[in-house]
């Protein structure tokens, strides 16, 4: 059964500096996916992980000159497509790949996308999908057997087989996030994507070329070894889902099961890191 969302709005001042300080704390409390506002923020959170006392960590932001003012809303699900659908424009990433909904007229690019997100994270808007799609990019997985875990919409995988990939598994602990991948397969027409519901136990016994997570940090550091384990001995594993402070502590990690830093993106203090052996 597809779960309540809380709305949660933020009018911040100063806004543009307020925004990514609010969100870090946001994203440490479970807020799964934000929107820019002109004022502010929306963040979204599901009802079931909602508590009002978690609000308590902003006040102290207040004491840094901070002026933060909220309201809530509840989401019903079958009121989520309409907030995406009033929001969601297309975006174009280094003129290669654009991703857009049924509703958009197509754009002519060298690799489209066609996403409806629903209940899911993933169109591309959020700092770390869009790393993740610019490192697929530059990095095309040709021939490549491809992990994508955390695949939230599916959008990842469906680029991975445009670009070549021939054997890709997409993996999401959220069943909403499995059906909407599956429905985004085949609205693309993919052929080598085969989508699980679960978390790391649903992960094929294989080695893979490429792997691709892009979760929260606590569930990075407990699976970053097992994706070490099924990677080839040659290829990348692509990180996302955590902030720039936080990138000592993944580094470490992968260090420890024999992983390297290549590189990493940052934007609006998100990371996307590359690694290998």
Same mark, same amino acid.
């Given at each position: 059964?597809?779960?309540?969302?809380?709305?949660?709005n933020?009018?911040?001042?100063?806004?543009?500096?307020g +925004?990514?300080v609010?969100?870090?704390?946001?994203?440490?409390?479970?807020?799964?996916?934000?929107?820019?506002?002109?004022?502010?923020l929306?963040?979204y959170?599901?009802?079931?992980?909602w508590?009002p006392?978690?609000?308590?960590?902003l006040?102290p932001?207040?004491? $840094?000159?901070?002026?933060?003012?909220?309201?809530?809303?509840?989401?019903p699900?079958?009121?989520?497509?309409?907030?995406?659908?009033?929001?969601?424009?297309?975006?174009?990433?280094?003129?290669?790949?654009a991703?857009r909904a049924?509703?958009?007229?197509?754009i002519d690019?060298?690799?489209?996308?066609?996403?409806t997100?629903?209940?899911s994270?993933?169109?591309?808007h959020?700092?770390?999908?869009?790393m993740? =799609?610019?490192?697929?990019l530059q990095?095309?997985?040709?021939?490549?057997?491809?992990?994508?875990?955390?695949?939230g919409t599916?959008?990842?995988?469906?680029?991975?087989?445009?670009?070549g990939?021939?054997?890709i598994?997409?993996?999401?602990?959220?069943p909403?996030?499995?059906?909407?991948?599956?429905e985004?397969?085949a609205?693309?027409?993919?052929?080598n994507?085969?989508?699980?519901?679960?978390? +790391?136990?649903?992960?094929p016994k294989?080695?893979f070329?490429?792997?691709?997570?892009?979760?929260?940090?606590n569930?990075?550091?407990?699976?970053?070894?097992?994706?070490?384990?099924?990677? $080839?001995?040659?290829?990348s594993l692509f990180?996302?889902?955590f902030?720039?402070q936080d990138i000592p502590?993944?580094?470490?990690?992968?260090?420890?099961?024999?992983?390297? =830093?290549?590189d990493?993106?940052?934007?609006?203090?998100?990371?996307a890191? $590359?690694?290998? +052996?």
């Open positions: 059964m597809a779960a309540t969302y809380i709305q949660l933020l009018s911040i001042q100063p806004a543009e500096a +925004r990514e609010v969100l870090a704390v946001l994203s440490e409390l479970g807020f799964e996916s934000f929107v820019e506002t002109e004022k502010g929306e963040a959170i599901q009802e079931s992980d508590n006392d978690q609000l308590d960590a006040y932001l207040s004491e $840094h000159g901070f002026d933060i003012v909220w309201s809530l809303q509840a989401i699900p079958e009121n989520w497509n309409a907030v995406w659908e009033s929001d969601f424009q297309p975006i174009v990433i280094e003129n290669q790949c991703v049924h509703f958009h007229d197509p690019v060298p690799y489209e996308l066609v996403i997100p629903k209940m994270f993933g169109t591309g959020h700092q770390t999908t869009y993740m =799609l610019n490192y697929l990095h095309p997985p040709q021939d490549h057997s491809l992990l994508d875990m955390g695949c599916g959008v990842l995988a469906i680029l991975a087989e445009k670009l990939a021939n054997s598994h997409a993996i999401d602990v959220e909403w996030c499995y059906q909407n991948t599956v985004n397969i609205t693309n027409a993919c052929q994507i085969t989508a699980a519901e679960g978390d +790391r136990n649903q992960i294989k080695e070329n490429t792997i691709m997570a892009n979760i929260n940090m569930v990075l550091l407990l699976d970053i070894p097992l994706y070490a384990e099924q990677l $080839h001995p040659e290829g990180l996302s889902g902030f720039t502590a993944i580094e470490s990690k992968a260090n420890q099961v024999g992983l390297q =830093l290549v990493y993106q940052t934007k609006d203090n998100w990371v890191a $590359h690694f290998k +052996r």
